[in-house]
């Protein structure tokens, strides 16, 4: 299991909670799995989130593999200009 940590409106998705448990081989699986447990996180998922695994943010790359005891965060994407 990974335990992934969640800030913002992600909190709010999952309950509150800061980080929720999850088990997943890749950041796509690792997405689905969120989504699974928590519906209402489908909306910042579409939105755009950051995934940083280990300290390195994927943003698009979802088929890259989480090692066993990475340190997860998901960060809502921020608008620029």
Partial sequence: ?????????LQAAADGAASVSISAMTIRELL???????PGMQKQLDDGIAVSVNGEIFRD???EEIPESAEIFLLPRIQGG
């Fill in 32 to 38: 689905r799995e969120l989504v699974e447990q928590y």
């Fill in 61 to 63: 790359s979802w088929s």
């Fill in 1 to 9: 299991m990974l335990k992934v940590c969640l800030s913002g409106p």
